[in-house]
């Protein structure tokens, strides 16, 4: 389920970034790319590991969405994304932001401490 919120976002900001300012585009606008990119194919391989593994990988997807958080506020106070796009991203955003942590914590609850 988080993964296809998670390109639900992805999906979101690709509209967006079709419409980045071209000054931008290739500076910050690539490095929220590539957060996302990174962000997605954390949580698609989280899904085929065990344990410590998948915590671990969980861990490097809220990362990498923590970046696209900071990079994507950044755009939007130099004013390369609109208020109302930059909100509806922000909210799909929080909601895989959410689902991550939930699981991560349920993982760890589940896993023995060692």
Same mark, same amino acid.
């Given at each position: 389920?988080?993964?296809?919120?998670?390109?639900?976002?992805?999906?979101?900001?690709?509209?967006?970034?079709?419409?980045?300012?071209?000054?931008?585009?290739?500076?910050?606008?690539?490095?929220? +790319?590539? #957060?996302?990119?990174?962000?997605?194919?954390?949580?698609?391989?989280?899904?085929? %590991?065990? &344990?410590? /593994? *998948?915590?671990?990988?969980?861990?490097?997807?809220?990362?990498?969405?923590?970046?696209?958080?900071?990079?994507?506020?950044?755009?939007?106070?130099?004013?390369?994304?609109?208020? +109302?796009? #930059?909100?509806?991203?922000?909210?799909?955003?929080?909601?895989?932001?959410?689902? %991550?942590? &939930?699981? /991560? *914590?349920?993982?760890?609850?589940?896993?023995?401490?060692?």
């Amino acid at each position: 389920m988080v993964l296809i919120k998670a390109k639900d976002a992805y999906s979101f900001w690709f509209k967006i970034f079709i419409d980045f300012p071209k000054t931008y585009r290739r500076t910050i606008g690539e490095k929220i +790319e590539g #957060y996302f990119l990174e962000l997605l194919e954390n949580i698609f391989a989280s899904q085929y %590991l065990n &344990g410590e /593994k *998948k915590i671990n990988r969980l861990m490097i997807a809220i990362s990498k969405l923590d970046g696209v958080k900071f990079f994507l506020q950044i755009s939007w106070e130099n004013k390369c994304i609109a208020n +109302e796009k #930059y909100l509806a991203l922000s909210s799909k955003i929080d909601e895989v932001g959410r689902m %991550l942590g &939930g699981w /991560k *914590k349920g993982l760890e609850n589940k896993t023995p401490q060692v």
